[in-house]
């Protein structure tokens, strides 16, 4: 059964700092990565999604990694501003989506 | 530029009254899905669907039902609710068949079941 895990739950940095956040998982059979945002209250939009053949995906001053042999993905955010405060879930595709619990990323002005 | 439409936002229930999410959805997706968010435990999927007249469960489908009889409609029933199932519900869609693909999310249901 994969399991996805998103470490630290909760993270403070102030605005302007680069950040990465982290994502494993047990089962490295996937078909993809998937990376989303959730406001309060809000749904998830999703930000990147890297197939299991490539490494690497780039949205702005996003930048998502995976290393599908160790189980790893990362999420890089550039010059970090206030309107990036949400809160981050990864998922691994299998035959299903299993979900991480998500980083609570607050960027302090 | 709709996307994603789920209905109510918010409901409370008593104990043993049923319900129905609503889900609709307009970029003609043939994948849909029900999820459901509590604390700590990340989401969970419920019931899921590849097509119109095509359902199946997911983690979670004890006390649910859901039918696909358009492409765009999804809806998500409860027939006798329970305090355990007071949570924060979204569907999400895929235009892939089996959801490997994309996935666009509604804003949620929030329901408070007494």
């Known amino acids: 059964k994969q399991e996805v895990t998103q470490i630290p739950a909760a993270l403070s940095v102030p605005e302007g700092e680069n950040l990465v956040l982290n994502c494993s998982f047990t089962?490295?059979?996937?078909?993809?990565l998937q990376w989303f945002r959730q406001d309060p209250g809000k749904g998830l939009t999703s930000l990147l999604l890297?197939?299991?053949?490539?490494r690497e995906q780039t949205s702005g001053r996003l930048n998502a990694s995976l290393d599908k042999s160790s189980g790893r993905s990362t999420l890089y955010i550039a010059a970090s501003q206030p309107g990036d405060s949400a809160t981050y879930l990864c998922?691994?595709?299998?035959?299903?989506?299993?979900f991480g619990t998500g980083t609570r990323l607050t960027i302090i002005p | 530029n709709a996307g994603v439409t789920q209905t109510p936002k918010f409901q409370v229930l008593k104990t043993g009254q049923s319900m129905t999410l609503q889900c609709a959805q307009d970029?003609?997706?043939?994948?849909m899905s029900w999820y459901r968010q509590d604390p700590g435990m990340g989401l969970r999927l419920i019931h899921y669907s590849v097509g119109a007249g095509i359902t199946d469960q997911g983690e979670v489908p004890n006390g649910y039902n859901v039918s696909r009889s358009t492409t765009e409609d999804f809806p998500l029933r409860l027939l006798s609710a329970a305090p355990s199932q007071t949570s924060v519900y979204f569907c999400?869609?895929?235009?892939?068949?089996?959801?490997?693909?994309?996935?666009?999310f509604g804003e949620g249901s929030r329901l408070t079941v007494l």
């Open positions: 890297i197939q299991s053949s490539q």
């Open positions: 089962d490295s059979a996937i078909y993809n």
């Open positions: 970029m003609n997706h043939e994948y």
């Open positions: 999400a869609s895929s235009y892939r068949l089996a959801g490997i693909g994309e996935l666009f």
């Open positions: 998922a691994a595709q299998n035959e299903k989506l299993t």
